[in-house]
């Protein structure tokens, strides 16, 4: 399926879908800054951002966080990887990560942990539902397997 294009805000100002044409991207999708299974994935992620660079892919995590929040989430747990803000969550409903979730026989609306393997415009891989443990190397091994 073709990749719905993309721009998000970020420290180091937009990021866009535009470019990523000639290279791999991995686009990541998660709820929150400082739970615990959003922390150990952008640490994971984080720690094989010189073997996805050296594949020739980049690796985007995306939330509904502010920039600000991003910054100071960056900057507390020493990360690599750029970070995009969807504050009205426009990119999020363009990947279909905005999902009914329950929790405790209470249903609400949030993001779906999912990461999407772009390159040349379309999507090669989906994970949903992502469990974060070995998560960053079955995204790099796929990257490697393009």
Same mark, same amino acid.
């Given at each position: 399926a073709e !990749?719905p ?6 420290a =180091?100002?937009? $990021? #866009?879908?535009?470019a ?6 991995g686009l990541y999708?998660y709820s929150?800054?400082?739970? &615990? %299974?959003? &922390?150990?994935?952008a640490?994971?992620?984080s720690?094989?951002a010189?073997?996805f /660079?050296e !594949?020739? /892919? !980049?690796v +985007?995590?995306?939330s509904? =966080?502010s920039v600000k929040?991003?910054?100071k989430?960056?900057s507390?747990?020493g990360l690599? $990887?750029?970070?995009g803000? =969807?504050?009205?969550?426009h990119? $999020?409903? /363009? ?10 026989g209470?249903?609400?609306? %949030?993001i779906?942990?999912s990461?999407f393997?772009i390159k040349? %415009?379309v +999507? #090669?891989? $989906?994970w #949903?539902?992502?469990k974060?443990a070995a ?5 790099? =091994? !796929?990257?490697?397997s393009l």
């Amino acid at each position: 399926a073709e !990749a719905p294009d993309f721009e998000l805000e970020s420290a =180091d100002g937009p $990021i #866009r879908s535009a470019a990523f044409k000639g290279r791999a991207a991995g686009l990541y999708f998660y709820s929150k800054h400082d739970t &615990t %299974g959003c &922390t150990n994935e952008a640490k994971e992620f984080s720690a094989l951002a010189p073997a996805f /660079a050296e !594949a020739g /892919a !980049a690796v +985007i995590g995306v939330s509904k =966080d502010s920039v600000k929040s991003h910054v100071k989430f960056t900057s507390k747990y020493g990360l690599s $990887i750029p970070l995009g803000s =969807d504050p009205e969550g426009h990119v $999020i409903e /363009a990947f279909e990560s905005w999902v009914q979730k329950k929790l405790y026989g209470r249903e609400y609306m %949030g993001i779906d942990r999912s990461t999407f393997l772009i390159k040349g %415009g379309v +999507i #090669r891989r $989906i994970w #949903r539902k992502v469990k974060v443990a070995a998560h960053a190397q079955a995204v790099l =091994d !796929a990257v490697k397997s393009l």
